[in-house]
Nanobody, 122 residues
Framework: QMLLVESGGGLVQAGGSLKLSCVAT????????MGWFRQAPGKERELVAL????????YYADFVQGRFTISRDNAKNTVDLQMGNLKPEDTALYLC???????????????WGQGIQVTVSS
């Protein structure tokens, strides 16, 4: 059974940067498509970024606008999300997910971390 644990969140001022990390235990991620999603209070969970297992191809939500970079290290069983030029509207619980499909839909991901809070102050 795969477990995902996120780290690296916290409080940052607008315009600042944070690097989120997700480490997997129990199973290797090398055959999983990995994603970062986020959920703000009172809002639905939304996709942030995806990275494909077969060729490390990536996909980003429109709101990212070049500010974030997703990467994976299969040897270390980790997936990172480097976030820059953060805005107050980026404030949310950020969750790491693993799934068999390279999909923008949360329901296609089978394994989820507990999430890590990111708060961006204005």
């Amino acid at each position: 059974q795969m477990l995902l644990v996120e780290s690296g969140g916290g409080l940052v001022q607008a315009g600042g940067s944070l690097k989120l990390s997700c480490v997997a235990t129990g199973r290797a991620i090398n055959h999983y498509n990995m994603g970062w999603f986020r959920q703000a209070p009172g809002k639905e969970r939304e996709l942030v970024a995806l990275i494909r297992y077969i060729d490390a191809g990536t996909y980003y939500a429109d709101f990212v606008q070049g500010r974030f970079t997703i990467s994976r290290d299969n040897a270390k069983n980790t997936v990172d999300l480097q976030m820059g030029n953060l805005k107050p509207e980026d404030t949310a619980l950020y969750l790491c997910a693993a799934g068999g499909q390279f999909s923008r839909k949360a329901e296609h991901y089978d394994v989820w971390g507990q999430g890590i809070q990111v708060t961006v102050s204005s």
